[in-house]
């Protein structure tokens, strides 16, 4: 059974940081990816930051390019996302996810491509 811890987020003022982290536990694949998501109200559920497990990049999708630095384990099944000179336009649900088996980058693009999902975490950039 695969698992998803998170961890990390808060509230933080503009120009703050906040730092999010997901250990994955439990794959039957050894080809997987792990990611990080975010969803405001009304609005559909947007990448953040991708790792493919055969790949030694981190992947960031444009919401998260320039302010956003990602991070992972040697095991590679860890991806930590330091946020930087956050935005009130960046608060939002954010969410770790996983998939296996098959996966691509073009899979990090859309929310429905995950096989599992985190609880979520709220994170409120506010003055």
Not at 5 to 32: K, N
Not at 97 to 114: F, I, K, N, P, R
């Amino acid at each position: 059974e695969v698992q998803l811890v998170e961890s990390g987020g808060g509230f933080v003022q503009p120009g703050g940081s906040l730092r999010l982290s997901c250990e994955v536990s439990g794959f039957t694949y050894d080809e997987y990816l792990i990611a990080w998501f975010r969803q405001v109200p009304g609005k559909e559920r947007e990448g953040v930051a991708c790792l493919l497990s055969g790949d030694d990049k981190i992947y960031y999708l444009p919401s998260a390019l320039g302010r956003f630095t990602g991070s992972t384990d040697n095991a590679k099944n860890t991806l930590t996302l330091q946020m930087n000179n956050l935005r009130p336009e960046d608060t939002a649900v954010y969410y770790c996810a996983a998939a296996e088996d098959g996966v691509s980058l073009a899979t990090c693009h859309h929310h429905y491509g995950m096989d599992y999902w985190g609880k979520g975490t709220l994170d409120n950039v506010s003055s």
